[in-house]
């Protein structure tokens, strides 16, 4: 697809400020297949610096709450006020783990390559994330995967770059669809491989970011042909 929304964004200022893969671009492909209208919130679960966040407020109008563990509320803020969305977007410095929100008060949660590090294990969904939404609320999740289990077997070109440790988090589609449907309260609509794959990456392999850089050899080497990025959109029953 063309990523038209996130072609009007600086893309230096992206490019300063990802933290992975391009989650604008991500997020532009996960809205394609859902309505957002103003008024509605939008928990964005593990923002980074908040590109996902500037993304929703500015595109949509919606109000965010832009959460994170690792980027904190202050910084956020400064950067969500230069844009002027300081009014559409509140910054939480917050463990995903113990969320400080009401029950069913999001109409929307969506998380862009962070749900890896935190929705594991059977219970998250049901205990932690699902509680948060509304009934008919949407829950979009897209997360880096791997096209099949690589079952701590890695090959020679993503060795280049990583350890089976540290692509522990990297599942199939199948993987994530098993994992999920032993969730009571969501129902999930789909499991599908994301389209722009190449181009999330591609731009996140064009940062100074350290680990953009430390990422190069695997990729250059075609780690790429066993991997892709996982989209999953469910629905709160």
Request: glycine share 6%; hydrophobic share 40%; aromatic share 12%.
């Amino acid at each position: 697809m063309k990523y038209i929304k996130t072609s009007k964004y600086d893309k230096q200022f992206l490019l300063d400020n990802m933290m992975g893969p391009n989650a604008m671009k991500i997020l532009e492909e996960m809205t394609a297949g859902f309505t957002l209208k103003p008024g509605m919130r939008v928990l964005d679960l593990g923002c980074g610096k908040g590109l996902t966040s500037i993304f929703l407020a500015k595109e949509f109008g919606v109000q965010v709450f832009a959460h994170d563990l690792w980027i904190t509320a202050t910084e956020n803020y400064q950067r969500f006020k230069s844009f002027g969305l300081d009014n559409l977007i509140t910054p939480i410095h917050s463990d995903a783990l113990d969320m400080p929100y009401a029950d069913e008060h999001f109409d929307i949660v969506v998380s862009a390559d962070a749900y890896q590090y935190f929705g594991e294990t059977e219970s998250y969904m049901d205990e932690k994330l699902a509680p948060l939404v509304k009934k008919g609320g949407i829950i979009a999740i897209a997360v880096p995967g791997v096209k099949k289990e690589l079952n701590s077997e890695l090959p020679v070109e993503m060795s280049c770059s990583w350890t089976a440790e540290d692509l522990s988090t990297f599942h199939s589609c199948g993987w994530w669809r098993d994992l999920l449907s032993k969730s009571h309260k969501i129902e999930i609509e789909s499991v599908s491989e994301m389209q722009g794959f190449d181009e999330f990456w591609n731009d996140w392999l064009e940062c100074d970011n350290e680990y953009a850089i430390s990422d190069r050899p695997a990729m250059e080497a075609g780690a790429g042909k066993y991997m892709n990025f996982v989209q999953i959109i469910a629905k709160k029953k």
